[in-house]
């Protein structure tokens, strides 16, 4: 299997005691996210760090939301737990989906890649953009449910059901391991 994990907002201001949109299910998924990471890196599958970035204090984005992620360098964000690795990607974006106005397609595309596997936060924003996106691309889109989180339980519920429903799978690690394990 050709797959694509994409750890999406997996930095301080969302996973982090100190940091500006912590809240307590995030954190509650770290461990797994690490467990995913670990996982793919096994099986010699492609790795994205995602990680959201905002370029002056204009973005549009700041109509609706406090302003954040205006950083010099990913690693002012990077969660010290996750070590990037030289053969991994690191992808900056400015919006909820890691597919709008970057270059991940084509840097999927390029490695073959015909699946992605979201881990990260929110689930209702920016996982549930990305897996949109995804999937209106072309790739087959798995969601770890376990490793992926929201502040707000409903919302959280009801993206990984349309996720299920309409644009991909909603797995937990263990079934992911074994689908790669068995591929």
Do not use: W
Not at 127 to 148: C, K, P
């Amino acid at each position: 299997m050709n797959s694509a994990l994409l750890l999406i907002d997996v930095m301080k201001d969302f996973y982090h005691e100190e940091g500006q949109f912590y809240y307590e299910e995030s954190r509650q998924t770290l461990s797994l996210i690490l467990k995913a990471l670990q996982v793919f890196r096994k099986y010699k599958q492609t790795v994205v760090h995602v990680f959201e970035k905002h370029t002056s204090v204009h973005d549009s984005e700041f109509e609706k939301l406090p302003v954040h992620a205006l950083y010099k360098d990913v690693n002012d964000v990077r969660l010290p737990e996750i070590e990037i690795e030289k053969d991994e990607i690191v992808l900056l974006k400015r919006r909820y989906s890691a597919f709008f106005h970057t270059d991940l397609d084509l840097t999927l595309r390029e490695r073959d890649v015909k699946s992605v596997f979201l881990v990260g936060c929110k689930t209702n924003v920016c996982v549930r953009a990305t897996a949109q996106d995804a999937f209106e691309l072309g790739y087959r889109v798995y969601v770890i449910s376990d490793a992926v989180s929201s502040n707000r339980k409903h919302l959280h519920e009801a993206s990984l059901e349309d996720i299920q429903r309409y644009m991909g799978a909603v797995l937990q690690l263990n079934q992911v391991e074994e689908l790669l394990k068995n591929a």
